[in-house]
């Protein structure tokens, strides 16, 4: 596990950006943490860093938003599901196979995942700084995720 200790939104932003550095299709990326934690702006610094030229915004209520780059962005929201039936139904993995899937709130859905993804929590301190714990699962065990610290 590697952490990360971001004291601004542009540091968080530049892990996201940094973390794309690393990527390859089929990789699926879980945040986990509280409302306003910092997820979406990680999110923005992986569009960001696949050269997506337009905003990564919430999809919070729509469940889905896809956007072009380098390699195609899959970016979704389960907080509003009810179960992994219907994470299953949305069919993410097969539409991200060629790019990235990036889920927040993926905690509520790693038992319906393959066994290879990176789980980035995120804990907000008292003074608002952010840590960033990375946990690598499966083939990401063997991944060089040192960058992520730089």
């Known amino acids: 596990m590697i952490e990360i200790t971001s004291t601004t939104e ?3 932003f530049a892990v996201g950006r940094r973390l794309a550095g ?7 990326v879980l945040l986990t943490g509280r409302l306003g934690c910092g997820k979406t ?10 050269g997506v030229d337009e905003p990564v915004v919430s999809p919070s209520f729509v469940l ?5 780059g380098f390699l195609p ?3 979704a929201d ?11 139904d949305l069919d993410l993995l097969s539409d991200a196979a060629e790019g990235v899937l990036v ?9 319906a995942l393959p066994e290879d993804f990176l789980t980035v929590d995120f804990e907000v301190k ?23 610290a730089a």
């Open 64 to 68: 889905v938003r896809s956007y072009r």
């Open 103 to 111: 889920i927040e709130w993926g905690g509520v859905v790693a038992q």
């Open 78 to 88: 389960v907080y509003r599901l009810s179960s992994t039936g219907e994470f299953e």
């Open 126 to 148: 008292d003074d608002g700084q952010r840590v960033l714990s990375i946990r690598p699962s499966g083939s990401w065990r063997s991944r060089d995720l040192g960058p992520l």
């Open 41 to 50: 702006l990680f999110t923005s610094g992986i569009g960001d860093g696949l």
């Open 73 to 75: 962005l899959i970016h």
């Open 10 to 12: 542009q540091e968080t």
């Open 22 to 28: 690393l990527l390859k299709p089929g990789d699926v």
